[in-house]
Structures are given as structure tokens and as C-alpha cells.
């Protein structure tokens, strides 16, 4: 069974840095890419972060280029988002999950989490 568990989400103010966990087991992590999306209050998902588990290979999202970056510890089958220089507009839960290949990166991911709330304070 797949399963993806975010952590690390919370209170920060503007300007702050948080980093976000995504632990992964029940697949072959290193067959592909981890993404990460966002959704605030009454507006569409966003598409945030994309990483390869094989190359380490990255996407952005234009809103988040500079400020976040996207990491993988294959060993622990776990992928981080380290957020700096976070804004009020940042804030919405973020979710990852398994990305089926690059065509995919920022616009779907076949498997989902929960979710983690980023609230950023002005």
C-alpha cells in the first residue's frame, strides 16, 4: 500500500522558513518522482515542487523559485521542502506525492497524503 506522511507544517511568521517531510514507503521509491502541491482557502491546487528520486533532477513553480527548494534522502525514502523567505500568500496545505514522470511534474500526482497546514502570519 502506498503511503505518503507529511510533517513539519505550522505557524510562521512572514519572512520565516519552515522545512516540510514527506516520508514514503509501499513502492520502489527510486522509480519516481515526488511532488509537492498546495491548496489555500477557496483557491485551485497549485503545483510547488517536482524531484526526481532517481537524479535528483528539480521543477518549480514560478511562485516559489529562489525561496524553496526540494530535496531527497533516498536512504530514508523521505523527501524535504525547505521553505525561506515564506509570505502570507504561502499559506494553504501542502501535500505530496507520487508523480508518474516529468510530463507530470507540477500538474498531477497519482498518489496523494493528507496534507500539512503552512500558515504564515503577516
Known amino acids: 500500500e502506498v503511503q505518503l506522511v507529511e510533517s513539519g507544517g505550522g505557524l510562521v511568521q512572514g519572512g520565516g522558513s519552515l522545512r516540510l517531510s514527506c516520508a514514503a514507503s509501499?513502492?520502489?521509491?527510486?522509480?519516481?518522482?515526488i511532488g509537492w502541491f498546495r491548496q489555500a482557502p477557496g483557491k485551485e491546487r497549485e503545483g510547488v515542487s517536482c524531484?526526481?528520486?532517481?537524479?535528483?533532477?528539480?521543477r518549480y513553480a514560478d511562485s516559489v523559485k529562489g525561496r524553496f527548494t526540494v530535496s531527497s534522502d533516498n536512504a530514508k525514502n523521505t523527501v524535504y521542502l525547505q521553505m525561506n523567505s515564506l509570505k502570507p500568500e504561502d499559506t494553504a496545505v501542502y501535500y505530496c506525492?507520487?508523480?508518474?514522470?516529468?510530463?507530470?511534474?507540477?500538474?498531477?500526482?497519482?498518489?496523494w497524503g493528507k496534507g500539512t497546514l503552512v500558515t504564515v502570519s503577516s
Open positions: 509501499g513502492f520502489t521509491f527510486d522509480d519516481y518522482f
Open positions: 506525492g507520487v508523480v508518474q514522470g516529468i510530463r507530470y511534474c507540477l500538474r498531477d500526482m497519482k498518489y
Open positions: 524531484i526526481s528520486s532517481s537524479d535528483g533532477s528539480t
